[in-house]
């Protein structure tokens, strides 16, 4: 049931995690979807997207062990998606993922007929939310922006995210309810 997988990708700056946050607000009384929870190299911060902190060592024996999915590694972290959190597509159900860019590739080869989703947004809009984040100074973000333009296209369900979060959470939501098979 690998169709079930959606696998959101965007860059830094996009938005991804408020648009899905935002649908996942709108879907929680829908039993029958499961949001993969990531298991990243980076502590918890009040305002992050709920995750399963680890340090590097953990993340690469956990990884030695065959425990993930899914894996990767982006901007100096590794992120990985334990079986667990796909499992539910044995039962039908369906998964969100919220994935790498870098690791689409991979992805599909392990689950053929995933939809993907691009989350993104305009260099202008990326460069003021990513300097609001304070983490990286301009250099940094002119960087990741360049690396953002100098990708090949994703072939998937585009949601720009330059405006309001609700306009981009709904037409997600548009994307999804629309999908062969998505639940009622």
């Known amino acids: 049931m690998s169709r079930?997988?959606?696998y959101v990708v965007g860059p830094s700056g996009a938005g991804k995690d408020s648009v899905l946050g935002w649908?996942?607000?709108?879907?929680?009384?829908?039993?029958?979807?499961?949001?993969?929870?990531?298991?990243?190299?980076r502590a918890a911060r009040p305002g992050d997207e709920v995750h399963e902190a680890v340090d590097e060592t953990q993340f690469l024996a956990l990884r030695e062990r065959g425990a993930f999915a899914l894996n990767w590694q982006a901007n100096?972290?590794?992120?990985?998606?334990?079986?667990?959190?796909?499992?539910?597509l044995d039962h039908g159900h369906w998964v969100l993922v919220n994935g790498s860019r870098g690791y689409l590739e991979p992805t599909r080869s392990r689950f053929p007929g995933l939809t993907v989703v691009h989350v993104c947004a305009s260099p202008e809009t990326l460069r003021q939310r990513l300097l609001a984040r304070g983490r990286e100074g301009l250099a940094e973000v002119e960087a990741r922006i360049r690396r953002t333009q100098s990708l090949p296209p994703v072939q998937a369900i585009e949601i720009l995210n330059d405006g309001a979060l609700e306009d981009a959470g709904r037409m997600l939501l548009n994307h999804l309810q629309h999908l062969p098979g998505w639940p009622e």
């Open 23 to 41: 649908t996942r607000h709108q879907l929680a009384n829908t039993p029958s979807i499961h949001w993969a929870r990531r298991t990243i190299t």
């Open 4 to 6: 079930r997988l959606v």
């Open 76 to 88: 100096g972290l590794h992120y990985g998606i334990r079986h667990c959190e796909t499992a539910p």
